[in-house]
């Protein structure tokens, strides 16, 4: 088992930054994030494996920015220009299969961070 925990988050005015942590007992080789906003589903956001492949929601594409530390077990997930319709709770979610693995569903699962942006 897997645990994760995020950190990072906060409560923002539109249009400005925060980044995201997430820390891993253990090294998975597909890391990402993903959120829930009130009343929808959850989404993924970005993910990033360890070939290298990175993916973006297109609603983030040029705002956010995630990255890896490997030595350290460790996610990031830089967020900048952000806008109300990014207020969610933001999970972190892992897995020992490539993100590219078809029908890829994450096994890991953090307890997520809250980012509340507004206008």
């Known amino acids: 088992q897997v645990h994760l925990v995020e950190s990072g988050g906060g409560s923002v005015q539109s249009g400005g930054s925060l980044r995201l942590s997430c820390t891993a007992s253990?090294?998975?080789?597909?890391m990402g994030w993903s959120r829930q906003a009130p009343g929808k589903q959850r989404e993924g956001v970005a993910a990033i494996d360890t070939d290298g492949t990175i993916a973006y929601a297109d609603s983030v594409k040029g705002r956010f920015t995630v990255s890896r530390d490997n030595a350290k077990n460790t996610l990031y997930l830089q967020m900048n220009d952000l806008k109300p319709e990014d207020t969610a709770m933001y999970y972190c979610a892992a897995d020992s299969r490539s993100c590219s693995s078809e029908g890829y569903y994450p096994s890991y699962w953090g307890r997520g961070t809250q980012v509340t942006v507004s206008s």
């Open positions: 253990e090294f998975t080789r597909c």
